[in-house]
């Protein structure tokens, strides 16, 4: 497929002749009791999530934080600032990451639970494995799926796509396959028998579950696919998807471990400085501090933009040192900039250029701290989908219901009081949100907003904006693409055009042209993907 993903699977392939057929032909030696040759699905599994979240999930979120306007750099020069404004090249290696260190792990895990006749580790490998492909194919459009590593036979050097529509069914399928394993229970092994289930320790139910969320959420992103896009369907997988608190897919860092061990927002992340003062010259984080945007997002409601002050900015971001308040700068403006753009559309205070006006980024609350969790996918997540489908179909009490407890239930996990919650609550009823979810583009405006809140520095954020076009009147009128454009690609005057999709790397391009197309950055980022089509 690439150079570096063929070294990666020879590796791999090398390992699985020396583990299952040819040990005593290669090594022609004793049996080392504590150094087993095969590694069994139990202790495989650990590995699946690990690099799903480290190799796949992070590296695919790590430039979008600034591309969906989460984090602002600094400076104005290096690279911090080429995702922000649009630099996108064939060096972002969302791609080989995925392929070469992570799924190649869930395909694995997914033979040896077939081996060993543990249906459970079939059923979490090919729930992984959706959302894996999900995360690429929502990011490239085609990608490849049926002349991937499959661990039984000899890999394509130059592999067929498929393209997304295909993906999409190969996806849902999956996802199909995986319930049917959980429901199967008749298990030689138990999923945390080795104690590698670091998502749910051993409950089957809350895998399935989890799996019915990934299948409401690529059912949900066919919102311009005309009779593709199926509320009922949606509705039916968020009802047998998460269904409560505490039931999110997330991968939890540790504390006082290796420095791997930790939340990357909080160190490895691009941090880890010389200097912890803002004002120093030094000191230039891959993201400074969040986005006005962001800001905005917490600090009005959709629809009036009326400000108010939701709880959760407290528990997210720092205020500034310097007077207390939240404050953020606009994409691609850097600090020289001074503040973004405010809720209303108008300008923010420009003299606002010292460190000291803005919070930090990095450890400044529930997301970037060194414990903190990522999410593959949310209790809250599902409801606000739940929200969008029913709202779709013209159940305007039941979204609101949905709607209500997807807010809700984000507010609670990041220890939000009973009292501020029903004062936010108060707030929303007050400024029209029962007559706004009469008005479709009103009650997404709701919706997106909610769910950019909750899905904070998670790249399921970039659909979401795409869904919607990049509006507006979604998303307020403080919305607008980034300053210092990259105007090679986009047109400086065309504010309707945005970024669309990612360059597949170079070593794709160069050893299976063919298959890859036109892979031109003005081409790629252009074009839109083929969900986003109506």
Known sequence: MKTSYIKGLSFL?????????????????????????KVSAANRLVGAITTSN????????????GLTQ????????????????WRFTASYFCWQNTYVYTMPNIVDLINLGEEEGSPCFVGAGKTLLAMNFGMLADQYGA??????????????????MQDQETAYKRIDQLLD??????????????????????????????????AWALKARYLNHLSKKGTLYNPAKI????????????????????ANGLQTDENPWYSWGGFVLPTTDPNDSRYDPRYFT?????VNMLTSLPVTNTMVKDPRISRIMKPALSDGQYRGLRSGGGLVGGQGILANGQNGDATKTNGNDYGSFSNSGFYTKQTSPFPFITYSEVKLIEAEARLRSGDISGALTA?????????????????????????????GLAAHFANLTQGLSHIMRQKYITLCLNPETWVDMRRSDFSQAIYGPSLKRPLNLNTVIFDANNDNQWIRGMVYETNEQTRNPDNVGDNSEKYRLLTPLWWDKN
């Open 143 to 160: 990608i490849v799926i049926d002349e991937f590593y499959n661990g039984k036979t000899q890999i394509s050097l130059t592999p067929k």
């Open 54 to 65: 480290g190799a796949a999930m992070w590296r695919g979120s790590r430039e979008l934080a």
């Open 235 to 254: 509705i039916e997988a968020c009802t047998n998807a998460f269904n409560a608190d505490g039931m999110d897919a997330e991968f939890a860092y540790l």
């Open 403 to 431: 709607y209500e407890e997807g807010v809700k239930s984000n507010m609670r996990k990041l220890g939000v009081t009973d009292a501020e919650i029903a004062s936010y609550w108060s707030a929303q009823l007050t400024d």
């Open 13 to 37: 392939v090398l390992g699985v002749l020396l583990s299952f057929s040819s040990c005593k032909k290669f090594l022609d030696v004793n049996v080392d009791p504590n150094n087993p040759t």
């Open 70 to 85: 989460y984090g602002v750099t600094k400076l104005l020069t290096g690279t911090n600032l080429n995702a922000e404004t």
């Open 290 to 294: 969040w986005s006005q945007f962001f």
């Open 177 to 210: 396959d995986a319930i049917t394993a959980f429901n199967n229970p008749v298990n030689k092994t138990t999923l945390n028998s080795a104690a590698g289930d670091i998502l749910f320790q051993g409950d089957i139910s809350k895998w399935k579950r989890f």
